[in-house]
């Protein structure tokens, strides 16, 4: 009569099992630290769509106060239509740049940088125009898009200052180890920067001296 279990098989089974125990946990070491990995570059770039979202908001703002500031000036400065078909026309293009999905490349940022660089310029035109104009300056609904318009400088810098430090920390963590290794290999991409013309960088504020 054999004996219930094989002498000679049983060692090699137990072999067998000691050798893919180590697989099996080097297996799922390495997707928990994938996925790890995975999770936080995720974090960080929703991070980035997520403070782009506040710098279209913050320009959003501005561009819906700029009909109102035509309308509140347009009766006052009937001969200034120039500058206010400037600032109207440099609104339209602004917000055709907004459109779509949050920018990548640097020459999107850049293209979108210099529309919104130019309904700035354009608002500060019309608004030292109007110190010609006492009625306008006295007045109560221009004085109250002023400050409304200071208010939107002020938010669109703090929400750029926010975009970029959220890219900052995006792509450093690109750059580490071992999430670069994995970012390459998942098709993980660098964010440009907001960067404003050096120009417009100090522009005056928006308020009358």
């Known amino acids: 009569m054999y004996p219930a279990t094989d002498p000679i098989g049983?060692?090699?089974?137990?072999s067998a099992a000691w050798v893919l125990i180590p697989l099996c946990l080097a297996v799922a070491a390495t997707a928990g630290v994938g996925l790890w990995l995975h999770n936080g570059l995720v974090a960080r770039r929703e991070a980035v769509d997520a403070a782009w979202a506040q710098v279209e908001?913050?320009?959003?703002?501005?561009?819906?106060?700029?009909?109102?500031?035509?309308?509140?000036?347009?009766?006052?400065?009937?001969?200034?239509?120039?500058?206010?078909?400037?600032v109207v026309s440099a609104r339209g293009r602004a917000l055709a740049a907004m459109e779509g999905a949050?920018?990548?490349?640097?020459?999107?940022?850049?293209?979108?940088?210099?529309a919104q660089a130019q309904v700035g310029q354009g608002i500060q035109r019309l608004l030292a125009l109007a110190e010609s104009y006492p009625e306008l300056r006295s007045a109560d609904q221009f004085l109250e898009l002023q400050a409304q318009l200071e208010g939107s400088e002020n938010r669109i810098h703090v929400a750029r200052m926010a975009f970029n430090e959220a890219v900052r920390e995006y792509n450093a963590a690109l750059e580490q180890l071992p999430t670069r290794s994995f970012a390459q290999a998942r098709g993980y991409e660098r964010r440009a920067y907001f960067q404003t013309d050096e120009s417009n960088r100090h522009a005056s504020s928006l308020g009358f001296d």
Not at 10 to 14: F, G, L, S, T
Not at 71 to 77: D, I, K, L
């Open 102 to 114: 949050a920018p990548v490349a640097q020459s999107e940022l850049s293209e979108l940088a210099a």
């Open 57 to 86: 908001s913050s320009y959003q703002r501005r561009s819906d106060l700029i009909p109102v500031l035509v309308e509140a000036v347009q009766r006052t400065m009937r001969h200034e239509t120039e500058i206010l078909e400037q």
């Open 10 to 14: 049983e060692p090699r089974r137990h």
